[in-house]
């Protein structure tokens, strides 16, 4: 492709150089390959360089030295490519057809890769072969589609041409506007097909490559038709030609070539798709394409206008060849937007197009933006020194339409040396931020994304020809690499790679024919792109993995990038030594590691250092030795001194070489396919478990057991795991072998046929090395990610079982992947229990089986199971019993998995409430369905706890939820256990679970009384507190109406007392009343009543006379007195002032203490005034004292019931003596306070109300001296009457204090 810069020599002379050895390895030109040897070694394989297409094909393995490969026998050179596939054996027979016709030189292939939809065709002849490059299945489903003998290209297309196929195709995906989530398992049965004649212009449409195989739909060009229909660039193009059936000419004058094409569906229409051409005359074509006719129109003419360079600088009136290259603005694959825009590339510039779909088909320019020009910060600066023309060649878009790439070649001339070469040059643009790049626009759209990448600053001057056979790529990893495909057969990947441009050049011997395409492999899940992938003419499909373009990439111009070799063969081993001293930047493309830990693996891969690699060698060497001798002498301290106990996790030394032992290709499977690999696997497992049980066996006899077991048990984990990998592996190939055996063909149908496909297939996708291997071998080979085929379940199961298959082929397919998930677990499970005295301690550590990816692919089949159980009501019992039993095998190894991962989750103190939350959310859901079934197998309606139910009916059930009752009760599942317990109305059954589960919260224990008092069952709450004493003790703390029955039952009389004192005075307490049986379940419960109250309180006190005499009990005592007159005092109260607003008392909610005196302090009414100092008397004294500023208001209240003016003026007047004073005064509210608060009688709880209130001024020694308001005798001071009453009133509170209670008879009994 290209060369080091040397001067032009003529054609005459480049052909004599190229003739001098036709026995040359490199390849010739055209011309010189139809010698009569290659005319004479058809029939055999070639003694070098790639195997014939026509001989039996060998692995890609055979084609690499012996030096190349390593005793594990999938390790191979890292910079070679890896054989992908392939191909269909129908293709190789055309091919072979049509090499034995023509002269090989003579003989050209069409070929390209679609990737969209991982799509690859060769057009031979005739005919054209299509097939999925991906599927291995898909070898043996090639579509074969016949072009029309009216389209071939009679004329003879000259052996100098570069172009050589002459064919431009596009595939259209019909359901682009819904496309799959997973582009693993990529459907393709919806896809047409839009074939183009380079040189004749001709139109070849299959609406459905399935359907429409014998009848496309055909569109001629002559010139002697009618007109075609034509319109400028902003006018309409309708669809209203003439048509012919199935063929629709129009008078196309061909004097050019078609180098363009792309094409894509219209939304909303039936298999209807647009298609546009670019031909090397400056014509734009637009093309309907629809199942009853294509229609063609030229849509714009002249593109290139006078813009191309001459030799000396000046202008050309034409531009030969343009435009070049048309590209989609942006991704088309989901888009239903009823505008698309494309772009078109000229000799000078980049023009941008809009396509209005509706409601007439139109198509405009938006904007262009100049490429090569004299602002060299718009693109590309001509007329430099030396400069003599410039080439853009092709434009690509990337992926998010964010970025445009443009290949450029420049002509240039060394002004010193006199010589000539070319420049090719990589211009990536985009658009610039804040502009609307969708609407008519004439100021700058596109800036710089970074300055002109130079590929080749001088390679050899080549032929126009050449130049416009040049192809561009964009996407494939390493990141922002690009891949130049030329018209010789070459694909060169360009990686700008630690400052410098890189080239890697893909070009196998000459007996491989040519490079017809490049593609990339699908995105991963990550959303990356995939490796480079490459369509040869003869030897199939390969990848470039991004380790081979980032080890074997060089420098320019340090190897030749044409197909004549390199220029200096030293460079590709020094990049190797480089490569492994420093390690890549990023090698993901080839990570074997699952989708969990891919990324952390990866990055430590590249951090191994050499000691890590000698640590890894010692120890295989160490190994080997043992398996040879049975020795291990010095064995550990060897790996100790090397470091290898340095690393834990998966870059430890040691689980690399147990992950090597179990993840070892056999070399002897790549000889055969399908049916034969399988037959060959169960003795490979076998070989591969009894080398990891001798390995074991070295690491127990090292002593590096013992070592892993104390500083790396995440490393010892592991390798057991490998382990129990191993051994389910092994069960689900016997599993396979023993359903394959009723199957006439293994490979059809199936579920896990398809799934050990879709597995394989996704581990091939993910390691680039593995692409030429069988589905079935590498997922067999890849024990270690046995956590994929979870994945699987998880994200892709839509692919195994279907929702268009009938409802007993889906029940049939997720049985069998059920039984595959319960095969791997319990083995693994079983494993685990064999091996128990070889794992580290567990704590903190989370099984592989318990790891997030599994336990979500195990819930998606047994959701799906659910779905399935809900939407075929009318399932057969034998059935619907199958599917149960499965569901029930899956529910157990699930609720085992979310138990390791929770267990370990708090061990390691993480944070695992919504692992909580989502392990009892999905337990309950699946004992609930599965209960659910056995009890509708046996038209079991719900039951209760002592109702009468048949015993047959009951003995079937007790079988029929035996082994789900033990599920349930390993993982607490209490409302399944309750249910049981209920319909089979077993109560001894019940008792002996609530004493087997008694977990960290009360268990079932709790979980029964709960459900108990729900129905207002509290008499069997009760009963059953006889037998679970302490366990109802701790229920019924939020339930004290009940829990001091059960104190009382546990002669707990001191507790009872406590509790039925508390439930006496609390506020939103229900009555004991509802704790009789019978009570219905929507009882309403009603505030308890002041009598309830006084109840409770009798029995409180009772229950401390019953607790016997103690310290205590005397206070006790008291207080439940003092409150039983508090509850009189709130009715007499109540009474009163219901009697004022004139309602009628019913007895009302209990008011607290403050309460109460705000309601005798706002009625004004004498007789509550007084009240109120007996809510005081019997509260407490730290009531009162935190209440004192409303006790000093009861004082100023009870001073104003009376007219101290009226009884003073009376006094003057009536010349009282001290008898008439005191009679007088006895009926003044402010006497009968002072004698019921300060007199001899007077009785309170606490201290008294000197210690709050002294009657006095300086009657209490912490009086405050300044406060006006400290005593009875300063609140009286500030009445208005005070000044000339002031006597009578001291005087009254005075003798109050002194004299006797005057209402002790009337005073309430503490009983009443």
Known sequence: MFSPGTKRANLSRRKERNQVDSHSPLTPLAENRKSQHDIT????????????PWAPRLSVLARIPPAGKSEKGDVVDPIKPVFIGEFPQVVRDEQTSILRKHIPGDACISGGID??????????????????????????????LEIPSNVLDQGHTGRNSYHGSHWLLSVVNWDSTSVPTNKVARHWNSAGIVLCNQKTGALVFWPNIRESVNNPVISLVSSDESEVTSSPVDGKTTPNGQRHGNRVRSSLIVSSTFNSMIASAVPGTQQSCVAL??????????????????????VYQELAGASSQSSDGGQLAGSKGYPRSLTWGYSLSSSKEPNWQFLLLTDHEIQCFNIKLFPDLNVSKLWSHEIVGTDGDLGIKKDLAGQKRIWPLDVQVDNHGKVITILVATFCKDRVSGSSYT??????????????????????????????????PKARVEEEDFLFSMRLRVGGKPPGSAIILSGDGTATVSHYYRNCT????????????????????????????????????????????????????????????????????????????????????????????????????????????????ESEALLGHLFHDFLLSGQVDGSFEKLQNSGAFERDGETSVFVRTSKAIVDTLAKHWTTTRGAEILSMVSSQLKDKQQKHEKFLQFLALSKCHEELCARQRHSLQIILEHGEKLAGMIQLRELQSMISQNRTEIQ????????????????????????????????????????????????????????????????QRTCELSNVCVTIVRTAMHYRNEHRMWYPPPEGLTPWSSQYVVRNGLWSIAAFILQLLNETPGLEMSAKSDVCAHLEALCEVLLEAYSGAITATVERGEEHKGLLNEYWNRRDSLLDSLYQQVRGSLGFRYQDLDEIVEDKDVEMLRKL????????????????????????????????????????????????????????????????????????????????????????????????????????????????????????????????????????????????????????????????????????????????????????????????????????????????????????????????????????????????????????QASVDEGWSDEETLQQLRDTLLFQASNRCYGPNAETIGEGFEEVLPLREGDSEDQILNDSSSSVEAILKQHKDFPFAGKLMLTAVTLGSVQDDVRVDDSPSPME
């Open 423 to 456: 420049q090719y040059s990589l211009l990536a643009m985009q658009y610039k931020s804040g502009v609307n790049i969708y609407s008519d626009i004439h100021e700058r759209v596109l800036e710089k994304k970074a300055p002109i990448q130079v590929i080749i």
């Open 277 to 298: 051409t670019s031909s090397s005359s400056g014509e734009l074509w637009l093309f309907y394409c629809s199942p009853i006719g294509i229609h063609r129109s030229k």
């Open 41 to 52: 070694s058809i029939a055999n394989r070639p003694s070098t360089g790639t195997p014939a």
């Open 961 to 1208: 939820s035996s082994s789900l009752l033990s599920i349930a009760k390993r993982h607490e599942g209490y409302k399944t256990m309750w249910k049981i317990c209920c319909d089979l109305n077993d109560s001894e059954l019940l008792r002996n679970l609530m004493h087997e589960s008694m977990g960290p919260k009360g268990g079932f224990c709790q979980f029964v009384f709960k459900q108990l008092y729900e129905k207002r069952q509290f008499s069997k709450i009760l009963r059953l507190g006889e037998e679970f004493q302490e366990e109802l003790s701790v229920f019924l703390k939020y339930h004290r109406h009940l829990l001091w029955l059960h104190e009382v039952f546990l002669h707990q009389f001191s507790s009872a007392s406590e509790t039925l004192h508390v439930l006496a005075l609390s506020e939103n307490e229900r009555s004991i009343s509802s704790a009789e049986d019978g009570e219905a379940a929507d009882h309403v419960i009603h505030e308890p009543t002041l009598a309830d109250r006084k109840r409770l309180l009798n029995l409180a006190k009772i229950a401390v006379i019953a607790a016997g005499k103690d310290a205590d009990s005397g206070a006790k005592v008291n207080r439940i007195e003092a409150d039983l007159k508090i509850l009189k005092l709130q009715e007499e109260i109540m009474k009163v002032v219901a009697a004022d607003e004139v309602k009628q008392y019913v007895g009302g909610p209990l008011l607290r203490p403050e309460e109460l005196v705000e309601l005798c302090l706002k009625s004004e009414n004498p007789e509550l005034s007084l009240l109120a100092f007996d809510v005081f008397a019997w509260t407490s004294s730290s009531f009162r004292k935190s209440h004192r500023h409303l006790l000093e208001d009861c004082w100023k209240n009870a001073a104003n019931q009376d007219d101290w003016g009226q009884l003073y």
């Open 502 to 613: 890189r080239l890697y050049q893909f070009d196998l011997p000459y007996d491989a024919g040519k490079v017809l395409d490049a593609s990339v492999l699908p995105s991963s899940d990550d959303g990356e792109d995939g490796a480079w992938v490459v369509l040869t003419e003869k030897a199939g499909i390969w990848a470039i993995p991004e380790k081979a373009v980032v080890i074997g990439g060089v420098e320019p111009p340090e190897r030749s990038l044409s197909r004549k070799g390199s220029s200096n063969e030293g460079s590709v081993p020094e990049e190797r030594r480089n490569f492994t001293l420093a390690g890549p930047r990023r090698v993901s493309s080839d990570a074997w590691d699952a989708r969990d830990r891919q990324k952390a693996v990866s990055t430590g891969i590249a951090r191994r250092s050499a000691q890590d690699e």
């Open 115 to 144: 990737r969209e939809m991982c799509l690859s065709w060769i057009i031979c002849g005739s005919r054209l072969f299509i097939w999925n490059y991906l599927s291995s299945a898909a070898l043996n489903n090639c579509i074969a």
């Open 748 to 811: 059809i149908s199936g579920a896990l046929w398809d799934l050990i496909q879709l597995v394989g297939e996704r581990a091939r996708r993910n390691t680039v090395l593995l692409m030429d291997r069988d589905n079935a071998e590498v997922f067999y080979s890849k024990v270690s990610d046995l956590e994929e085929v979870f994945y699987c379940f998880d994200k892709q199961l839509q692919y195994v079982i279907s929702v268009e298959q009938p409802h007993g082929v889906q029940i």
